[in-house]
């Protein structure tokens, strides 16, 4: 198994621009996950998926869009990039037999 | 006031030390997770508890639901151990701040 993976590693967006984030588990899990983590920082949560066709939002959706048409995707789309969204963003997944989240490696994002 | 407080914010120890580093919420939980971070980014799981105490190695993790705390603690520290630990409760999926763990040799 991958795991969970997630491209790009790094990217470099200027203000206004848009990005998609993608983000894929080939462990069946149920529940996906999108964080961002700035800098000195701890991780918020961005949205969730319990499955696909259901998300919801978390503490700071504000700027950004998801969508979960399948099981194993659960992309993260920015429309209009802003500084305030340079971050690195971790994607994660949890199914219903497991107590473990597994994260993917993360992207570092920079707008400017 | 942040939900999930971690204490201490950094932490630095001896190799062989026993280390422990605590996690307080303000929230209703159903759960706590311990994650833990490697300096080059990469973030795994550890512990997801909803009650008592895990095991596993040498790390070990307690909670205590009523007093709205939890602690994970590493006995015989080592320099791999060096990280950053993450406490997550599941209330929305709300982090603390993380502690940074040094072990020197």
């Known amino acids: 198994n991958a795991g969970v993976t997630q491209t790009p590693k790094f990217r470099i967006l200027k203000i206004g621009q848009s990005m998609t984030l993608q983000c894929t588990q080939d462990?069946?899990?149920?529940?996906m996950y999108w964080y961002r983590q700035d800098p000195g920082m701890g991780l918020k949560l961005i949205y969730y998926?319990?499955?696909?066709?259901?998300?919801d939002k978390g503490e700071v959706p504000n700027g950004y869009n998801v969508s979960r048409s399948t099981t194993e995707d659960f992309p993260l789309r920015l429309e209009l990039a802003a500084p305030s969204q340079t971050s690195v963003y971790f994607c994660a997944s949890t199914g219903w037999s497991t107590d473990t989240q597994y994260f993917g490696p993360g992207t570092r994002l920079t707008v400017l | 006031k942040n939900e999930v407080e971690q204490s201490p914010q950094n932490l630095t120890a001896q190799e062989g030390e026993f280390i422990t580093i605590n996690c307080s919420y303000s929230?209703?939980?159903?759960?706590l997770h311990w994650l833990q971070q490697h300096p080059g980014g990469g973030i795994v799981s550890l512990f997801m508890l909803s009650s008592g105490k895990k095991k596993h190695g040498r790390l070990i993790a307690t909670i205590n639901i009523q007093e709205k705390h939890s602690s994970l603690h590493i006995t015989a520290s080592h320099p791999r151990d060096s990280a950053v630990y993450i406490c997550?409760?599941?209330?929305?999926?709300?982090f603390g701040a993380g502690t940074r763990l040094t072990v020197k040799p």
């Open positions: 998926s319990v499955g696909a066709g259901i998300t």
């Open positions: 997550a409760v599941k209330y929305d999926m709300r």
């Open positions: 929230v209703g939980i159903s759960a």
């Open positions: 462990m069946n899990h149920n529940y």
